[in-house]
């Protein structure tokens, strides 16, 4: 998947550098395409990141489910410092 998005950030790049090159545009189509290389700058690297996370995730095995061990009445859930003053 980072090999195909990979590829569609350089032919938007290879077709916005030929647009620039044989049209040569001006002020808001300029605008317009220095826009869209920069966007694909920012779409690649979401792609490249959301693959390391779907990676990431893949290896990370489920946790076990919560055992009362001896003497316990509830799992201690909260963070809350006021939450566990009465215990």
Known sequence: MEAHIDHRHR???DECLTLITLEA???RDAWFVTGVLDAIIDLELTGDYSYEIVTLAS???RRPPF???FGETRPNTSCSPLANAGQ
């Open 67 to 69: 055992t009362k061990r």
């Open 11 to 13: 032919l938007i790049h």
């Open 25 to 27: 545009p001006v002020a």
């Open 59 to 61: 290896g990370i095995e």
